[in-house]
C-alpha cells in the first residue's frame, strides 16, 4: 500500500483563491516532499521538510509537517492558472533504507481563471 | 540546472519484443531510478541504482531489468513486453546517497504495448 496518500484527489478553485492539499503516511519519515507534474510530463520538485520542521515556505508556497499526526499540507497561496497540475507528496523513511521516495497517488489541481 | 533526458517521449511497441528505455543525466548523480506510473496507483518504483554497475529492486521488478554501465546513464529494459507494461515511465536522479535531497525527473516516456 502507498506510504503517502493525498487528500482530496481532485479539487478545483477559481484563480487567485488559496488551494489547500493534504498527505497522510503510516511510518516514521525522514523528510517529506511535495512535487508538481504538468499534464503528460515529469515531476518538479518544489519543497522538502524534514521531520524535525514543523513549517517551510518557498514563495506562495506553504507546507506544514504533523509527525504526530503523521500528515503533512501543502499551500498554494494566490493560486494562478499555471498552478494546474498534479501535486504528489513523497516521503523518504526514518529507519533502515532512506534511500528511495515513496510516492502518493496525487491531487489534481485545476485553477479556473 | 540538472537535466535528466529520457530518450523517447512516445514508444509504440509489440507484444513480446525487447524494449530499451534510455535515461541519461548530465550532473554527475550518483543515484538513479526509475518509475512507473499509472493512473490511480501514483508513481511505483522499478528500479534503482546508487553507482555505477550497482543495481536494486523496487517495489515492481518483475519482467524488467537495468543497467548502469556508465554514471549518467541507467536503461531500462523490458524482456518480453506484455500489454500490461503499457505506461508512463518515469527517470529520476539525486545527488548522493542521501535521503535530504529531491529528485529530479525526466519527461517521461509514454509507451504502448500492443
Known amino acids: 500500500s502507498q506510504q503517502g496518500e493525498e487528500d482530496p484527489q481532485a479539487l478545483s478553485i477559481q484563480e487567485g483563491e488559496n488551494a489547500t492539499m493534504n498527505c497522510s503516511y503510516k511510518t516514521s519519515i525522514n523528510n517529506l516532499q511535495w512535487y508538481r507534474q504538468n499534464s503528460g510530463r515529469g515531476l518538479v520538485h518544489l519543497i522538502l521538510?524534514?521531520?524535525?520542521?514543523r513549517e517551510k515556505h518557498s514563495g506562495r508556497l506553504r507546507v506544514t509537517l504533523d509527525t504526530s499526526k503523521k500528515s503533512s499540507s501543502l499551500l498554494i497561496t494566490a493560486s494562478r492558472a499555471a498552478d494546474t497540475a498534479s501535486y504528489f507528496c513523497?516521503?523518504?523513511?526514518?529507519?533502515?533504507?532512506?534511500?528511495?521516495?515513496?510516492f502518493g497517488s496525487g491531487t489534481q489541481l485545476t485553477v479556473l481563471p | 540546472d540538472v537535466k535528466v533526458t529520457q530518450s523517447s517521449r512516445y514508444l509504440v511497441k509489440r507484444t513480446g519484443e525487447k524494449v530499451f528505455l534510455e535515461c541519461v543525466q548530465d550532473?554527475?548523480?550518483?543515484?538513479m531510478f526509475w518509475y512507473r506510473q499509472d493512473p490511480g496507483l501514483g508513481l511505483r518504483l522499478i528500479y534503482f541504482?546508487?553507482?555505477?554497475?550497482?543495481?536494486e529492486k523496487g517495489d515492481i521488478p518483475e519482467g524488467y531489468s537495468v543497467s548502469r554501465e556508465k554514471k549518467e546513464r541507467f536503461s531500462l529494459i523490458l524482456e518480453s513486453a506484455s500489454t500490461n507494461q503499457t505506461s508512463m515511465y518515469l527517470c529520476?536522479?539525486?545527488?548522493?546517497?542521501?535521503?535530504?535531497?529531491?529528485?529530479?525527473f525526466g519527461s517521461g516516456t509514454r509507451l504502448t504495448v500492443v
Open positions: 550532473m554527475d548523480h550518483e543515484n
Open positions: 529520476a536522479s539525486r545527488v548522493q546517497e542521501l535521503a535530504s535531497y529531491g529528485y529530479t
Open positions: 521538510i524534514r521531520s524535525n520542521e
Open positions: 513523497a516521503t523518504a523513511l526514518a529507519s533502515g533504507s532512506a534511500r528511495q521516495l515513496t
Open positions: 541504482s546508487y553507482d555505477v554497475k550497482m543495481k
